[in-house]
Nanobody, 126 residues
Framework: QVQLVESGGELVQAGGSLRLSCAAS????????MGWFRQAPGKEREFVSA????????YYADSVKGRFTISRDNAKNTVYLQMNRLKPEDTAVYYC???????????????????WGQGTQVTVSS
């Protein structure tokens, strides 16, 4: 059983920055591709970013490309999402997820992920 715990979400002004963290336990972190997804009020959950097991491949939604950066520290069993130049439309609950398929790549698809965290709220004020 893999446990994922997100942190770092808070209220921030537009143009500001936040770094989200997702700490994993209960498994072999280096075996998992990791993803970040978000869900805004009244909307479906959507892909934000993903990173492969060794960090060789990273992917971003078009809406965050150039503003967000995903990274991971396999020694700390943690994946990060650095979010810069935040916009009010970035307001959402952000979830991290683990893909246990032991692939060299990472997926944009929710269905590829086996474990999910509880989420952390990011609110961007205008």
């Amino acid at each position: 059983q893999v446990q994922l715990v997100e942190s770092g979400g808070e209220l921030v002004q537009a143009g500001g920055s936040l770094r989200l963290s997702c700490a994993a336990s209960g498994g072999i972190f280096i075996n998992y591709a990791m993803g970040w997804f978000r869900q805004a009020p009244g909307k479906e959950r959507e892909f934000v970013s993903a990173i492969s097991r060794l960090g060789s491949y990273t992917y971003y939604a078009d809406s965050v490309k150039g503003r967000f950066t995903i990274s991971r520290d396999n020694a700390k069993n943690t994946v990060y999402l650095q979010m810069n130049r935040l916009k009010p439309e970035d307001t959402a609950v952000y979830y991290c997820a683990a893909d246990l398929r032991f692939s060299h790549d990472a997926s944009r698809e929710e269905s590829a992920y086996d474990y999910w965290g509880q989420g952390t709220q990011v609110t961007v004020s205008s």
